[in-house]
């Protein structure tokens, strides 16, 4: 199946700063990427749907201007949360959709002081 | 929203089968039931997928009723590595619009040695 890294792992940021996290699909050309967001002990929610060359689409009660996403190349889709608040705090999931299936990144652990 | 309907948690003995159900009573003719899951901080992990017949892999079966309204997820030995949240997923083939993965909150599988 289709691999998908992301980076950083993990990152700890004060409030008030913007921190960025990269989704990379390394072996297959996603023109569709989906970013998730998992608080403790709660299931993943989609928050957005990532378009190549195009605005993503944002679920409903996502802040787009929040939640920057740039999906500039087939293999690359990145997320930047802006001005981060401690109840930013999560794990962020990115995933892509081939032809039959979706493949989930690693996740990032974003942490917010 | 998540379509459909999996028991909180369950316990399984190390080398028997563990069998998750999933109510979709809602599905759709053209819908698919994906399984995936996720192990502690992880990204989710694909199983398994079906339409209408049973399908089996390395991994697990996948029981679909005749009606589609329900479907057994089966882990034939259960390891220790297993313990995981299973979510069972239902969506449109890919290609059609409105095919994002929306997850429930899934199956707590714990494996007792």
Redesign the interface.
């Known amino acids: 199946?289709a691999v998908?890294s992301?980076h950083p792992s993990w990152v700890i940021c004060k409030s008030g700063t913007s921190v960025k996290i990269e989704c990379r699909s390394l072996d297959f050309q996603a023109t569709t990427m989906?970013w998730?967001r998992q608080f403790p002990k709660q299931?993943?929610?989609?928050m957005a749907?990532s378009n190549e060359g195009s605005k993503a689409t944002y679920e409903q009660g996502v802040e787009k201007d929040k939640f920057l996403i740039n999906h500039a190349s087939l293999t690359l889709s990145t997320l930047t949360v802006t001005s981060a608040h401690p109840e930013d705090s999560s794990?962020y999931?990115c995933?892509l959709?081939?032809?039959?299936?979706?493949?989930?990144?690693?996740?990032t652990?974003l942490t917010v002081t | 929203d998540?379509k459909t309907t999996q028991p909180t948690s369950m316990d399984c003995a190390e080398g028997r089968a563990a069998n998750l159900p999933c109510n979709h009573s809602t599905i759709s003719g053209n819908e698919y039931v994906?399984w995936?899951r996720?192990i502690h901080?992880?990204?989710?992990?694909?199983i398994i997928?079906g339409l209408k017949n049973n399908e089996t892999n390395e991994m697990a079966s996948l029981i679909i009723t005749e009606d589609r309204k329900s479907s057994t997820l089966i882990l034939p030995h259960a390891t220790l590595r297993d313990t995981a949240v299973y979510?069972c997923i239902v969506r449109v083939?890919?290609g059609n619009t409105g095919?994002?993965?929306?997850?429930?909150?899934?199956t707590s599988l714990t494996v007792i040695p």
């Open positions: 199946g998908v992301q989906f998730y299931s993943l929610m989609l749907t794990f999931i995933s959709r081939t032809a039959y299936e979706q493949y989930f990144g690693p996740g652990r | 998540a994906y995936y996720q901080s992880q990204g989710p992990q694909y997928h979510y083939a890919v095919n994002q993965f929306y997850f429930g909150t899934g």
